[in-house]
């Protein structure tokens, strides 16, 4: 098993669309209003819908009377950089077939500071984890084993995966994936609210821990006889890429935005072509509020489950 890019049908945007990007400015701001408001400017901080009107870069409620603009609480918030470069930041990671990696980014985009892509790929990682949020559902698989992300380094991060697989062709579905402290029924319970559609049939090791479930209307279930157990393949594959893509470069505290990035690709193979991919990444874009480079940097632990 080896996850790259979406596997979808390629369905470009119009060239056109993509030659504006890279030349237009005011042809960039109207696509992304659009995209963040279709029905007319709705306001950030009292939420007042406003009929609908040319796009503009700044905006001032009628209603409050707050300034904002198209990049209020969203994770373009404060960059520099131009809103074509954006998108077209968005689309090359939805679309690429090379590795991606910040490395990459910078050369894809002609950026002359490594820390601008790196940044960037950490916010649109953020984004990833916004965008995917629907959990598993049906027949899922629960597992946890330990990752390397750096093979050459000690450190080593207890993941924890639940798999879809897809009846009744039995083809594999969503997954969901997150850092944790320590495999406890509470820390599994916690992560099942979100990653597990409540009335799944779960079945999961045979370890006393998965026994102890506060199984919030999920029942336990027998694998299937033919049933290929993927969690410990995922997490496997995991450690594989990060260390292959990345070149051991991923930091325990960074790890769960790598493990978001992995499931929103696997995932989004489920959507039918690539503008769905840049759309639903694009809602995440827009959805997700902004988080500054120091904290990116920081040595809090991200979205890790206690």
């Known amino acids: 098993m080896h996850v790259q890019m979406p596997q979808t049908k390629t369905s470009p945007l119009p060239e056109q669309q993509q030659q ?3 030349e237009d400015e005011t042809g960039s701001l109207a696509f992304l209003f659009h995209k963040r408001w279709p029905q ?5 901080y009292c939420h007042w819908q406003h009929p609908p009107s040319p796009p503009s870069r700044i905006l001032v409620c009628s209603h409050c009377g707050h300034p904002s603009s198209i990049t209020t609480n969203t ?11 954006w998108l077209q930041a968005i689309w090359w990671l939805c679309t690429a077939e090379t590795e991606i990696s910040a490395k990459n980014l910078q050369r894809f985009l002609h950026l002359t500071s490594y820390q601008t892509a790196w940044t ?3 916010k649109l990682r ?10 598993c559902r049906g027949l899922v698989e629960l597992g946890c084993a330990l990752v390397l992300p750096a093979w050459e380094k000690p450190q080593q991060a207890l993941v924890i995966a639940a798999a ?3 009846q009744p062709a039995g083809i594999p579905g969503r997954i969901r994936m997150s850092a944790i402290n320590i495999l406890t029924a509470e820390t599994i319970t916690t992560f099942l609210r979100t ?5 799944s049939s779960l079945f999961t090791p045979d370890l006393p821990v998965y026994q102890q479930l506060d199984r919030y209307d999920l029942s336990l279930t027998e694998a299937p006889p033919d049933h290929l157990h993927r969690t410990g393949e995922l997490i496997k594959e995991v450690e594989v890429w990060l260390n292959k893509v990345h070149r051991g470069g991923v930091t325990i505290k960074h790890l769960q935005l790598y493990l978001d990035e992995f499931c929103f690709r696997n995932n989004s193979a489920l959507l ?4 769905a991919v840049f759309n639903l990444l694009l809602q995440g874009v827009l959805a997700n509020k902004p988080k500054p480079y120091r904290e990116l940097v920081s040595n809090q632990q991200e979205r890790r489950l206690p």
């Open 40 to 44: 007319g400017f709705m306001c950030p």
């Open 20 to 22: 504006q990007w890279c």
């Open 164 to 166: 879809e697989t897809i």
């Open 272 to 275: 039918p072509d690539q503008e």
């Open 120 to 122: 960037w790929l950490q």
């Open 195 to 199: 990653a597990v559609e409540p009335g």
């Open 75 to 85: 994770i373009l918030h404060g960059s520099k950089k131009d809103l074509g470069q």
């Open 126 to 135: 953020m984004a990833m984890a916004a965008a995917d949020t629907t959990p």
